[in-house]
């Protein structure tokens, strides 16, 4: 079950996590997916960076993040001295890449979401930014979009979370 999940790998590494991560078949997403994109970063982020999930060039690499949104979202992150290589970790709400980069099923993300709960956890980031409505609306549980949301903080376990447009968004 997701709670013995939970509790097996509540202590564990982010490199435990991200190994059980790549073999999961939760989900029907691992029937299509090339790689699994667990995340990457920095294992005592500042800043936790939640997506929505790997689009077609993070599924050929099994990195988040790589394609033109990446490239973004890397200079989003300079701007205010952020980096997946110093001091930011990203990931997505789902791991594997959805068909026709559709936003994810409910059921997908519930399959995935306490991977993401375990991997922060671990990762203890001092805030969490959702990039987009499908990270916002599945961390903070709400109905509302991130134009609703953004400008303002939440909370998700004691972390402060800030909503911003997903980087896709933006171009």
Do not use: W
Not at 148 to 168: A, M, Q
Request: with cysteine.
């Amino acid at each position: 079950s997701k709670n013995e999940v939970i509790q097996e790998i509540k202590n564990a590494s982010i490199d435990t996590i991200n190994n059980k991560i790549t073999k999961c078949n939760r989900c029907r997403l691992c029937e299509t997916r090339k790689n699994v994109v667990p995340g990457i970063g920095c294992k005592s982020p500042l800043v936790l960076v939640i997506g929505e999930g790997p689009g077609y060039e993070e599924d050929l690499k099994g990195e988040p993040f790589v394609g033109p949104a990446g490239q973004l979202l890397d200079k989003m992150l300079a701007a205010i001295q952020l980096s997946r290589n110093s001091n930011t970790y990203i990931a997505n709400i789902v791991k594997c890449r959805p068909p026709q980069n559709r936003i994810p099923y409910p059921e997908e993300a519930d399959a995935c979401i306490s991977f993401l709960q375990a991997q922060i956890v671990a990762l203890k980031p001092k805030m969490i930014l959702c990039a987009g409505s499908t990270a916002a609306k599945n961390i903070l549980k709400s109905p509302l979009g991130v134009t609703k949301l953004r400008g303002n903080f939440y909370e998700y376990s004691n972390i402060p979370v800030c909503v911003t447009y997903h980087p896709s968004a933006l171009l």
